[in-house]
């Protein structure tokens, strides 16, 4: 059997195994909405946009492409502690393109635990359409190969009713927040995904969607008078699949005052038997852009050639909205 139709296979392998787990981000931290949706509204600030961008697996075969969008806006409709987002997700994955398409919608309370705001308790829900569609055209089967050729002409005997699937989804978390200065933040929480189990099978029968736990965790504190060090940990549990990410991004500030920040950040991150990430970032004003890529250690680097993933984020917060202005129309004296 040839090169490419070995890699073919292990492309249609890594399609087939990993068919029930969602697809993950290495700058978890940057994505808020996607890792908990209690972190909807939890940001200083009046709204929040956000965009992320992953491809990996590109040196192997079709790459996997993670895209995500989202806006969320605090103290919503102005009732203090009320968290909203809008979740826009979609993960194309393998030869045969298929796709996890996510449309959510947020909601999220903040409550008080001390009477000057600075540690808050986050419970959030969301919910929302799932799509999943995939091209069998595309795919390769066994019974398609002659004396270990290809051929495309040959009808599989695999049997399938539909390409596509709808059904809904929920998500629920809870998040704790602490702001010990304002260079020192503990955040931590807790979320669990697909409550609902959405089916994922296209051949009539049901393939519920696992259960994903996560529990993430980041401190952020001032080592030196510009420097601070942003440590974090993200670990997640989904059926027989397990992953913990862990490590830390150092930040240089070069302006502190709230709406003149600016930063960079470099970082390191590993997660466990897989790959070593390295992370650089930049914080200019109300804006957030970060870059990182994945450099693969797992039994795969030898198809790999140690090539994972890159990932793209941006962020953008709008601090403030300003009210509606009155114009006032000054008389004369005499009048």
């Known amino acids: 059997m040839r090169v490419w139709q070995v890699i073919s296979l292990l492309a249609m392998l890594i399609v087939t195994t990993a068919h029930a787990q969602d697809a993950?981000?290495?700058q978890f931290y940057r994505d808020p909405i996607y890792t908990n949706p209690a972190n909807a509204g939890s940001f200083l600030g009046s709204y929040r946009f956000e965009g992320h961008y992953r491809n990996q697996w590109n040196s192997i075969t079709q790459p996997f492409e993670t895209y995500g969008l989202?806006?969320?806006a605090a103290n919503f409709l102005k009732l203090k502690g009320l968290g909203t987002a809008i979740n826009i997700f979609n993960d194309v994955s393998g030869d045969?393109?298929?796709s996890n398409l996510q449309i959510n919608l947020a909601m999220s309370y903040g409550l008080r635990l001390t009477s000057d705001s600075t540690q808050i308790l986050t419970l959030g829900i969301q919910g929302g359409w799932y799509h999943r569609q995939i091209d069998f055209n595309s795919l390769y089967f066994d019974d398609?190969?002659?004396?270990?050729s290809y051929k495309p002409d040959l009808a599989t005997s695999e049997t399938y009713t539909s390409n596509s699937n709808n059904d809904f989804n929920t998500h629920a978390g809870i998040v704790y927040n602490n702001y010990l200065s304002s260079r020192s933040r503990i955040t931590a929480g807790l979320a669990v995904?697909?409550?609902t189990s959405p089916n994922l099978a296209f051949t009539g029968d049901v393939e519920p969607l696992d259960l994903r736990y996560s529990l993430h965790a980041q401190v952020e504190f001032p080592i030196h008078a510009n420097l601070n060090l942003l440590p974090g940990v993200l670990g997640m549990s989904q059926g027989p699949h397990r992953e913990v990410l862990a490590g830390a991004n150092l930040k240089y500030l070069l302006d502190q005052r709230l709406y003149n920040y600016r930063a960079f950040q470099l970082g390191g991150w590993y997660r466990w038997d897989d790959a070593v990430v390295v992370f650089a970032g930049v914080d200019w004003g109300p804006w957030q852009f970060g870059a990182s890529y994945d450099i693969n250690t797992?039994?795969?680097?030898r198809a790999s050639g140690n090539r994972g993933g890159f990932e793209l984020s941006v962020i953008y917060i709008l601090k403030d909205i300003l009210p509606k202005r009155i114009n006032f129309k000054n008389c004369p004296d005499y009048i």
């Open 24 to 26: 993950h981000y290495s």
């Open 70 to 72: 989202s806006v969320d």
């Open 96 to 98: 045969g393109t298929l």
């Open 144 to 148: 398609q190969y002659t004396n270990g």
């Open 193 to 195: 995904h697909n409550i």
């Open 298 to 301: 797992s039994s795969l680097q």
